[in-house]
């Protein structure tokens, strides 16, 4: 859904955590005095907001109904009993002012959109009143509020995160350091792959338990992104790495790639003479008389032959091959061309070969993702930059973690495009013009992680860059996305947290639908009473439709003095009404959570 630029009210991730630790400390008085020390990693780790069984966050399930138990109480139509902790948030005048205003145009939404309470939508103008909602929760308010209620939902159900959360200043470097190890990162990785390999074929299914239950505990530590952002790329990127590398496409595209690539690298490096390839390249160039074109042929060639064969089927994946460095060494001393006999016992020219090979990877993926037109190869957006350095990934090779910092160079790709529909959209290009059919699914199902990563890192830059905050829309349009992309990204989303911004991501009206299964008994119940009354009493009065006619007219139908023309879908229509048919599939998805299979 558009939106208007969010007005973030400076740094209130700042205040929220400010105002949480406060509460830490208030309510759990020994947490304070506990020593950080005694936090580890593993223990960490071993917590979770989600519950192994349903895969569903319980915390924020309690959240939610906290939230949607305010805007029943500042309805006073269906009002319930708070708790203290609920009502001190309404305590507070700006927050009670949020939640009077909101909750108004949310209860007028719920309706429109429940099945039992039909009878009531021609009165509803709820285009205008859905960009009403938005134009509520555009500050930072929304988002501030689900984070409090999140707190409090925590600190009752999984009390036992509490402390790490207190000591994040000290915790979370300790924290980074042991998920980032190339060991501990690899594992995770793989573990996320056979994952994806096991269930490639299940609907639905993108592996989100996994990412979104990691990203919620991170989130907690860190509500800016910063910390998850860089954990979750790591592990995603780096299996993506992975995945692509071994299955990249057999085609004239890709051909054309490799060879100007490696055209491009040799030339670079001969021009200069303190590179510390320039003596290897000067005796590759030798054996074609110098002639670094013919060179470049001869490696092409090779590359094309050694790992553009048809595959068929997936790469095969074990622990012994993710976490070892010889399977990024696809060239050894038995299967380098005979051009190359005199080198091929050199160790640095296997070195270089294998790291002009990622390069060339890299330069493919690269191509892909910053162009759309993909059918004939134009050398004029050739990639050339520090992805194509054949030294990083001979050092990378050396320290074990090759696929890590291919992935971080994906990563970078990501950053410079800025968009995360952008990004998602050109993944969605790019695989079946460079990737094998055999793994095409497989590389698709982990866009919707990516489009994630990719939009937490834009709303990081918008947190901590104070020009930023007070313009751009953090709010997910989501009929900008790929038809065949927008019920994934809308899978990974409905799992999120409330432990970051997520009320920001759907924006109000969105964020509204998905709280409407909250209020459907009520509804029902309400309607049945009514009914039941005017079997003896046809002249009861209605409350809901007394309701709606307390609002502005500007939402309502009129019909008896009726002057505006309806022609207009926007207004007189709901968002969800006026969307395709997909995009209707994937909102659907705010309140019918399918279930999750994990490997």
Known sequence: MSSAPI??????LDDFQAWRDAKIAAQFPNIPTLSPDTLTPQNFLAISTFDPNSKVDIVKDRAEKYFTDLLNFSIGMFPGVLSDDLKELLADEKSAEFYSDYSKMWFIQTIYHTDATLEYKSTIRCGRLEREINDIAYSATLA???????????????????????HRNTFNPKLRAFMLEAVQNQQMAFNALKSH?????????????????????LDLLNPTYKL????????????MAYYISGNIRNCPSVKSIYYNTILKVLKRIRKNPTNKYNEMVGLITNTQAGDVVKASTVISQMFN????????AFKNINTLQFLTKATVLPF???NVDPAFNDLKANAVFLQFINALYCACVMGTIAYGLFNQSLEVFDLSVLYAGSALFVDEYVQAVAQNRIFQRMGEFIRDFTKKINDPVKVANAFQNMIPHFIDKAAQDLISNMIPMVFMISKDAVSFNVFTNVKKRKSGSLSITISNIDKRLVSPVMTILRGSSFSSTYALYLGGAMFGLSLRKYMNQSLIGYITLRNMVRASNPNAPDQLANYIETIPSYYRVDYDNETEEFDDRADWESFYEISENDYQKALDLLVNIPKTVVA
């Open 305 to 312: 032959k050694v790992t553009l064969e048809p595959l068929n």
């Open 197 to 217: 390999v096991a269930n490639v074929n299940v609907p639905g299914e993108y592996d989100q338990f996994r990412f979104n239950e990691l990203k919620s505990k």
């Open 7 to 12: 007005k973030l009210g400076g740094k209130f």
């Open 332 to 334: 050894k001393a038995t």
């Open 144 to 166: 501030k509020q689900t984070m409090m209620i999140y707190y409090i939902a925590l600190k009752e159900l999984v009390p036992q995160i509490l402390p790490f959360i207190y």
């Open 228 to 239: 998850s952002n860089d954990i979750l790329s790591s592990y995603v990127f780096g299996g």
